[in-house]
């Protein structure tokens, strides 16, 4: 079979527990978080390479103009952004990589990676993820109904996705998960390594008859 990873994108309505799926989705094995660059500072308890690379602005300003990044944008005067080069050769290396972003930024790098499968997560109703933003007690009521007018923005094209899951219970959302891209694996046009060898060993046992 062809070795080379997938490239997952997960984005998902705020309150539907993304961060806890990709969690669970990383202790399966073949799959890495894709690691950000960014101009700010490290906090105390953050390594390079670990939670961020840590890049100086001019170095971030030089990997968009040559296109080292898959994805980027500014927040509150700092850079933020994918760089291709850790996603490209985690790929390589058969490992399935993982990015957790909003919706424009996935749609982005779908038009990039058309093979990239994009999953969009959802609690089963949006009561219930009104209760997940209220149970936090991070957030004043008016910050939680701007985060469910986004949702209810998002919801208008989340049929871009490939796959819409619900996050109801944490285990089998990620395990639904897994078995979504178990089954990607084996999609025909991924399989190119494997035809080739087939057809090489077809040929090698029919020598001279055909």
Not at 29 to 49: F, K, N, Q, V
Not at 62 to 68: F, K, L, T
Not at 71 to 86: I, L
Not at 149 to 170: F, P
């Amino acid at each position: 079979m062809n070795k080379k990873g997938i490239l997952i994108i997960i984005s998902g309505f705020s309150g539907a527990g993304k961060g806890s799926v990709v969690k669970e989705l990383l202790s399966k094995g073949d799959y890495i978080l894709s690691i950000s660059s960014t101009t700010r500072a490290p906090r105390e308890y953050e390594e390079h390479g670990r939670e961020y690379f840590f890049d100086t602005r001019d170095d971030f300003e030089s990997m968009i103009d040559n296109n080292e990044l898959i994805e980027w944008a500014s927040y509150c005067d700092n850079y933020y952004g994918t760089p291709r080069k850790f996603v490209e050769n985690n790929l390589e290396q058969g490992k399935n990589v993982i990015l957790e972003i909003e919706m424009q930024g996935a749609l982005d790098v779908k038009a990039q990676y058309d093979d990239a499968v994009l999953i969009f997560i959802t609690a089963p109703s949006v009561a219930e993820l009104k209760a997940r933003l209220e149970k936090r007690g991070t957030e004043s009521s008016d910050i939680i109904n701007k985060r469910l007018k986004r949702s209810y923005e998002e919801a208008e094209v989340i049929n871009k996705y490939d796959y819409i899951v619900v996050n109801d219970d944490l285990q089998k959302c990620a395990n639904d998960i897994n078995s979504i891209i178990n089954a990607e694996h084996k999609r025909a046009y991924r399989s190119g390594e494997l035809k080739e060898r087939l057809k090489d060993e077809f040929a090698e046992l029919l020598k001279g008859e055909i």
